[in-house]
């Protein structure tokens, strides 16, 4: 076999070519079809509604895949934090949104140097308050770099961005009056107001985008060229494409999603709430993401006891969901009916399952996640599958 391997922190390896059910657990595996057609599947309907994607890298932290989305279409990648912006840098991302007030000055002074030394270097930020434009400008100033930076839109009690008319005019003024910033658009996060798509939650969120589209009616004359609309997370992106993409004299605006957790999707909070999931979406995503664990005990006929806690599979927007179990010995998984993840410690997970039910110590179970993010946090490296269920490379993360 190649040398590639995942080292694990029991010495155990992986090994390029080899089979899944034979991977030390608990491990964080890939499928590649899946995942290219989540790719696919997200550039046509990118496509086909008319706005750009740049999908925040925080999902993945991953710059193979980082450059998968950018080869499929997306125009940039999203980041949360300065630290993210170094990271997509080292790894020769094009165009970064740092979708965050920029009030760091040594790091603000970092990226206007960036864009001072590059050209091709597009990014933008966000702002919110006059006390961070002109820390923002004070940060960038001595590189004579301009950034493009975002106004934000924000709603009472939710997260970051200005509340009032009156909040967005003083922050416009401000950015008028800093040589080094060039006011591009809007921006706002509409999953603040909204954890599910139920129809008083879509109510919500179109109300606080059309305040978003009515902002950036107000800036149109403020800026220079198409302006920039973004929002979007990964639950409500067909809202943002119906409120902000739709009515605009041509070449006015430029509409950017920002959905992250699509590549990979789940099997929990965005199978529920996705788009792109359930009986009426003209084509699904797939989960591509899922944790194998073995079977460490089964001390009563009802309870199973697995390898995957905490610290392997994320629990914060509901515990992990059984997919499939493998008997030892065997190579072809079985789907598991009746099962249900009830609680995790650090390392183990406790899986309620038919006292009836076959399932014994040594064998495997598939996990689906919910939440991709606080999943791939917890993992340095993934093992991504081909079609034969072989692992063909080795997906690394930056965190």
Same mark, same amino acid.
């Given at each position: 076999?190649?040398?590639?391997?995942?080292?694990?922190?029991d010495?155990?390896?992986?090994?390029?070519?080899?089979?899944?059910?034979? =991977?030390?657990?608990?491990?964080?595996?890939?499928d590649?079809?899946? =995942?290219?057609?989540?790719?696919?599947?997200?550039?046509?309907?990118?496509? &086909?509604h008319?706005?750009?994607?740049?999908?925040?890298g925080?999902?993945?932290m991953?710059?193979?895949l980082?450059?998968?989305?950018?080869?499929?279409?997306?125009t940039?990648?999203?980041?949360?934090?300065?630290?993210?912006? #170094?990271?997509?840098?080292?790894?020769?991302?094009?165009?970064?949104?740092?979708?965050?007030?920029?009030v760091?000055?040594a790091?603000a002074?970092?990226?206007?140097?960036?864009?001072?030394? &590059?050209?091709?270097?597009?990014f933008?930020?966000?702002v +919110?308050?006059?006390?961070?434009?002109?820390? =923002?400008?004070?940060?960038?100033?001595a590189s004579?770099?301009?950034? +493009?930076?975002?106004?934000?839109?924000?709603s009472?009690?939710?997260? /970051?961005? /200005?509340?009032?008319?009156?909040?967005?005019?003083?922050v416009?003024?401000?950015?008028?009056?800093a040589?080094? =910033?060039r006011l591009?658009g809007?921006?706002g996060?509409e999953?603040?107001?909204?954890?599910?798509?139920s129809?008083s939650?879509?109510?919500?969120?179109?109300?606080?985008?059309?305040r978003?589209?009515?902002?950036a009616?107000? *800036?149109? +004359?403020?800026?220079?060229?198409p302006?920039v *609309?973004?929002?979007?997370?990964?639950?409500?992106?067909d809202?943002v494409?119906?409120v902000?993409a739709?009515g605009?004299?041509?070449?006015?605006?430029?509409?950017?999603?920002?959905?992250?957790?699509?590549?990979t999707?789940d099997?929990?909070?965005f199978?529920?709430?996705?788009?792109?999931?359930?009986?009426?979406?003209?084509v699904?995503?797939?989960?591509?993401?899922?944790?194998?664990?073995?079977?460490?005990?089964?001390?009563?006929p009802?309870?199973?006891l697995?390898?995957a806690?905490?610290?392997?599979?994320?629990f914060?927007?509901? *515990?992990?969901?059984p997919?499939?179990?493998?008997? #030892?010995?065997?190579?072809e998984?079985?789907?598991?009916?009746?099962a249900e993840?009830?609680?995790?410690?650090?390392?183990?997970a406790y899986?309620?399952?038919?006292?009836?039910?076959?399932?014994?110590?040594? &064998?495997?179970?598939?996990?689906?996640?919910?939440?991709?993010?606080?999943?791939?946090?917890?993992?340095?490296?993934?093992?991504?599958l081909?079609?034969?269920g072989?692992?063909?490379d080795?997906?690394?993360?930056?965190?």
């Open positions: 076999m190649a040398a590639t391997t995942i080292p694990h922190e010495g155990a390896h992986v090994y390029i070519g080899q089979p899944f059910h034979q =991977l030390a657990t608990p491990v964080a595996v890939l590649d079809a899946a =995942l290219e057609h989540n790719l696919t599947t997200m550039a046509g309907w990118c496509r &086909d008319g706005v750009e994607l740049q999908p925040h925080k999902t993945t991953a710059p193979a980082f450059r998968r989305q950018l080869a499929a279409g997306a940039g990648i999203t980041a949360a934090t300065p630290a993210q912006v #170094r990271m997509m840098r080292e790894h020769a991302v094009p165009a970064v949104q740092l979708a965050n007030e920029l760091q000055p790091e002074a970092w990226i206007a140097a960036e864009l001072a030394a &590059d050209p091709d270097f597009g933008t930020c966000w +919110d308050s006059v006390a961070g434009v002109e820390l =923002l400008e004070a940060g960038v100033a004579g770099a301009v950034v +493009d930076v975002l106004l934000e839109v924000g009472p009690g939710a997260r /970051t961005g /200005t509340r009032t008319e009156a909040d967005r005019s003083a416009r003024a401000a950015v008028a009056a040589p080094h =910033l591009a809007v921006c996060y999953g603040s107001m909204a954890g599910d798509r129809p939650s879509l109510v919500v969120v179109r109300e606080y985008l059309e978003m589209r009515a902002a009616d107000e *800036l149109r +004359d403020d800026v220079d060229g302006v *609309l973004t929002a979007g997370g990964s639950m409500f992106y809202v494409a119906d902000l739709t605009w004299p041509a070449d006015a605006a430029r509409v950017i999603l920002r959905s992250g957790c699509y590549v999707h099997s929990g909070l199978h529920r709430n996705s788009p792109l999931d359930g009986p009426d979406a003209p699904r995503l797939r989960a591509a993401l899922t944790v194998w664990a073995t079977v460490l005990s089964r001390p009563e009802s309870l199973a697995l390898d806690g905490r610290r392997d599979v994320s914060d927007q509901g *515990l992990p969901v997919l499939r179990h493998l008997a #030892r010995g065997a190579t998984p079985a789907e598991l009916a009746g993840v009830t609680a995790l410690n650090d390392q183990h899986l309620a399952v038919p006292a009836d039910h076959s399932l014994a110590v040594g &064998d495997r179970v598939e996990l689906g996640i919910s939440h991709p993010c606080t999943t791939f946090d917890k993992w340095r490296r993934l093992a991504l081909d079609a034969r072989q692992v063909a080795v997906v690394e993360t930056v965190f």
